[in-house]
T-cell receptor, first 115, second 115 residues
C-alpha cells in the first residue's frame, strides 16, 4: 500500500487566496483525520470523519476553514480566504476500526506558506 | 479535556548512551497513551501505546515506556540510542470515551543523537 497520500507537498500562496489541500487515505480505512502543526501551537486535531461523515470539527479554527469527504478515498481541507497565520504543516491521517486505540497512519504533510 | 506536557523540548545525547524522554499528562477521565515519532520531512508513526494491562510497554526500534498512574506520567526510554533515532518524539493521550480517536499531543521533544 502507498500509505496516506497528500497533495500538494508544498504550497505557497498570497493572503486572500483560496487554498485546497487534498488527502487520499489508505484503502479500507474508515477514519480520516486532519491535523495542523505549528511551532506556536504544536500538533492540533482540526476535524475527523468516520465513514465519510464529519464527527468532530471542534478544532477547526474558524469559518474560513472547511473540510469535506465526498467518498471513502478522498478528502479536502479548504481555506478561504487564507491568511499568513494559516502558515503551517497540515497532516492527514487515517485508521481502520479494528480495535481501541489503533494506530493512526499519517501522510507526509503539506507545508503551507501564506505570504 | 486532556493536556500533555513534554518537559524537554530538546534532548542531546551521544550515540550508544541511554535516553529518557519525559511525558506527563492531565485528564479528568481515564486515557490511552501513545508515543509517536516524526522523522524530518515525514509524517508521524506510532512507536508504542498503552491501552491497559502491564504498565511497561515495548515498541518498535528498541523503545519502551512505562505508565505511572499515580504520577500521571508515560516516559519513553531506550537503553542505547543510534544516530538514526534522531527525530522528534510526541507523546499523546486519548480519552477512553472516544476509543482513541481524538488525540491530544504534547509539544514534542527533539532527540539529537551525536556521534
Amino acid at each position: 500500500d502507498a500509505g496516506v497520500i497528500q497533495s500538494p507537498r508544498h504550497e505557497v500562496t498570497e493572503m486572500g487566496q483560496e487554498v485546497t489541500l487534498r488527502c487520499k487515505p489508505i484503502s479500507g480505512h474508515d477514519y480520516l483525520f486532519w491535523y495542523r502543526q505549528t511551532m506556536m501551537r504544536g500538533l492540533e486535531l482540526l476535524i475527523y470523519f468516520n465513514n465519510n461523515v464529519p464527527i468532530d470539527d471542534s478544532g477547526m479554527p474558524e469559518d474560513r476553514f472547511s473540510a469535506k469527504m465526498p467518498n471513502a478515498s478522498f478528502s479536502t481541507l479548504k481555506i478561504q480566504p487564507s491568511e499568513p497565520r494559516d502558515s503551517a504543516v497540515y497532516f492527514c491521517a487515517s485508521r481502520i476500526t479494528s480495535g481501541i486505540g489503533d494506530e493512526q497512519f499519517f501522510g507526509p504533510g503539506t507545508r503551507l506558506t501564506v505570504l | 479535556a486532556q493536556s500533555v506536557t513534554q518537559l524537554d523540548s530538546q534532548v542531546p545525547v551521544f550515540e550508544e548512551a541511554p535516553v529518557e524522554l519525559r511525558c506527563n499528562y492531565s485528564s479528568s477521565v481515564s486515557v490511552y497513551l501513545f508515543w509517536y515519532v516524526q522523522y524530518p520531512n515525514q509524517g508521524l508513526q506510532l512507536l508504542l501505546k498503552y491501552l491497559s494491562g502491564s504498565t511497561l510497554v515495548k515498541g518498535i526500534n528498541g523503545f519502551e515506556a512505562e505508565f505511572n498512574k499515580s504520577q500521571t506520567s508515560f516516559h519513553l526510554r531506550k537503553p542505547s540510542v543510534h544516530i538514526s533515532d534522531t527525530a522528534e518524539y510526541f507523546c499523546a493521550v486519548s480519552a477512553h470515551n472516544n476509543a482513541g480517536n481524538m488525540l491530544t499531543f504534547g509539544g514534542g521533544t527533539r532527540l539529537m543523537v551525536k556521534p
